[in-house]
């Protein structure tokens, strides 16, 4: 993958992490990180367990707040905003392990996912009352869209509980995009999945980058998939950003191979 389109996508700025460092108690979690996400770009982050990977998504979506250090969203700082107020914004995150509702159906959790986008108040829908009505209707559209799209009409009316675990992050996916967001934050999205299930997860993730015109920032050990995938690769280390690039660059850095998979042939075989 040449380094072209990121460049042009790097022309229209959405997300700009600023030097932050985040620290628990005295130890460091992330140091100085910078980093850039731009419009419809694939960013993939990497790195070895414990190196800052979900700690970032979670400075992200200001679950954590850093103590050195800016994010900013569009241009203007979200440091200090509640999450809610984040995911408002547009940026929205699927979970490692998944956060749904395992008694409700598949429709259910997906409208829960759209509450965010609610003007009006669920009472208000229900009783299909003017506005509110029309509100609901529409709503509704979109979830059937994301349905759709992410191919699982079968289950629809099911409780989550009873979806193989493939599907399961299906919905999960499709609860973070019925947020109508502008950056998707996914984390491990194929963790636990079987080939096909990770080749199916893969094509939906170019489709909404594709089709849907949303960036992503991608959290994930499955190293094909990454350099299949990705516009460019950050990798941390303990916290710390040694290398950043598109995934050529990236898996020939000398770094990296130390650092991640411990030899060349082996850094090689995960992107091949």
Do not use: C
Request: glycine share 8%.
């Amino acid at each position: 993958m040449s380094a072209e389109p990121s460049d042009r996508r790097l022309g229209n700025t959405l997300l700009d992490v600023e030097h932050i460092s985040l620290s628990f108690k005295g130890v460091k979690a992330i140091t100085d990180v910078s980093f850039q996400v731009g419009s419809e770009e694939l960013f993939a982050i990497i790195g070895p367990n414990g190196a800052g990977k979900t700690s970032i998504f979670n400075s992200i979506s200001q679950v954590y707040r850093p103590q050195e250090g800016d994010i900013r969203w569009k241009g203007e700082s979200i440091m200090g905003s509640r999450p809610d107020r984040v995911a408002e914004r547009g940026i929205a995150r699927t979970f490692q392990n998944i956060e749904l509702f395992p008694h409700m159906t598949v429709l259910e959790n997906l409208l829960l996912g759209r509450h965010i986008r609610m003007q009006r108040s669920w009472l208000a829908g229900a009783l299909w009352v003017g506005p509110a009505k029309r509100e609901e209707m529409a709503n509704r559209r979109a979830v059937e869209d994301i349905i759709d799209f992410l191919e699982i009409e079968q289950w629809r009316q099911h409780p989550v509980a009873l979806l193989p675990y493939g599907f399961q992050k299906r919905v999960e996916l499709g609860r973070a995009l019925a947020m109508d967001p502008e950056l998707l934050l996914l984390d491990e999205p194929v963790a636990g999945m079987n080939l096909e299930e990770t080749e199916d997860m893969a094509r939906f993730i170019l489709d909404i980058r594709e089709e849907l015109g949303i960036s992503m920032v991608l959290v994930e050990h499955d190293m094909g998939l990454v350099m299949d995938i990705a516009d460019r690769v950050l990798v941390l280390d303990f916290g710390q950003k040694i290398a950043e690039g598109v995934p050529a660059e990236v898996q020939r850095d000398p770094a990296v191979i130390a650092a991640y998979l411990g030899d060349e042939a082996g850094l090689a075989a995960a992107g091949s």
